[in-house]
């Protein structure tokens, strides 16, 4: 079904198209994320079990493929590092001349040089992000995530040092309970529905349409929302959808990726009062700290993109099908990427 604006709303509420059958318009097929099946999952229910995963899922893959590691100053990649082969191309992004977030860029050189990975760095800036954007979005059928540009730009160097499949901790936070502050309380469903809304399109489109009916599934009687299973059946699929993208639009030999966090799962229910406590990724925690018990447990952080630097001067959209007049000053940096991103998107295609 083609329907423009129901595709519009659902990428600013999102960042991807919810349903299936919907597209911007006729002859247009957005792509979908590629999961790993459940049935194959390992179960684990400690840190040395994830421990032995890791080294199991790593020593079937090795030998066939070479595999590059996009590695961050976080512990979950630097977790994957501690399993892989000494002599892996590792991958970690160094934006605006290395000014931004340095302080994650100098712990993944310490996690590379401890077992002994070779390091690469990934340069990225406004040109990069505008080199890749279009075909992101060609191949995608549909504006795309501000990350998508610098995962692909990692994915084409890698190609050149020889790099046939990525390994990335995609999973994570999902199956370990990273996401700390949507696990931080049982929610009403109207608040879960401001939360988890990245943008509402009610705010900056003339023509917005609901998306309550992504979340009505997952209401409960007593005006609660359940929201471990929004994040399993919906949320997740955002997030595996925008390396997916760019590790197929950048023609990596093996795609999507390889990502031993996914490919296992927890044999028991998450420990909700550790996460609130302010123990996240209790499990990721333990293990990081056997593999480097010289460091500190690294400060939970979204994969870095300079947004705020990016569209500090940004004037807002000027198609029809934005409000006119919006003020600019209210809206994040990864709300302004999605403004400009969607009219670029609208630009090329109508």
Not at 137 to 166: N, R, S, T, Y
Not at 188 to 206: A, C, G, M, S
């Amino acid at each position: 079904m083609i329907d423009k604006n129901f595709c519009m709303s659902s990428y600013l509420t999102f960042r991807c198209i919810v349903k299936n059958d919907m597209e911007f318009k006729e002859g247009m097929y957005h792509s979908k994320d590629i999961s790993y099946p459940d049935d194959k999952k390992i179960e684990v229910k400690t840190a040395d079990d994830i421990a032995r995963a890791y080294k199991k899922l790593f020593e079937e893959k090795e030998n066939d493929v070479k595999l590059g590691l996009m590695l961050s100053g976080g512990m979950d990649s630097a977790c994957l590092a501690a399993f892989m082969k000494p002599g892996t191309d590792a991958y970690t992004f160094r934006f605006i001349g290395g000014a931004f977030r340095s302080d994650d860029m100098r712990r993944a050189e310490q996690f590379a040089e401890k077992y002994k990975l070779n390091l690469h760095y990934v340069d990225v800036n406004w040109d990069v992000c505008e080199r890749n954007v279009d075909v992101l979005m060609a191949k995608k059928g549909a504006p795309v995530h501000p990350i998508e540009p610098q995962v692909m730009e990692a994915a084409l160097q890698a190609q050149q040092d020889g790099v046939e499949m990525m390994v990335v901790a995609d999973g994570s936070d999902l199956v370990f309970g990273g996401m700390d502050k949507m696990l931080s309380r049982d929610w009403d469903y109207d608040e879960w529905i401001k939360f988890l809304t990245f943008l509402d399109p009610k705010e900056v489109l003339n023509e917005p349409v609901s998306m309550d009916f992504a979340f009505s599934p997952y209401k409960l009687p007593n005006g609660k929302i359940d929201y471990m299973r929004f994040m399993d059946e919906v949320f997740a699929h955002e997030s595996n959808g925008v390396f997916c993208n760019a590790f197929i639009t950048a023609k990596m030999k093996y795609t999507p990726y390889y990502d031993p966090s996914g490919m296992v799962k927890m044999a028991e229910p998450l420990d909700l009062q550790r996460i609130r406590n302010g123990e996240s990724k209790y499990l990721i925690r333990e293990l990081f700290h056997k593999c480097y018990p010289e460091f500190s447990i690294p400060e939970k952080v979204p994969m870095p993109r300079p947004v705020d630097y990016y569209f500090k001067d940004y004037k807002g959209p000027t198609r029809p099908e934005f409000k006119h007049g919006l003020d600019m000053t209210k809206f994040t940096g990864n709300q302004k990427w999605q403004m400009w991103c969607l009219e670029r998107f609208l630009n090329i295609y109508f």
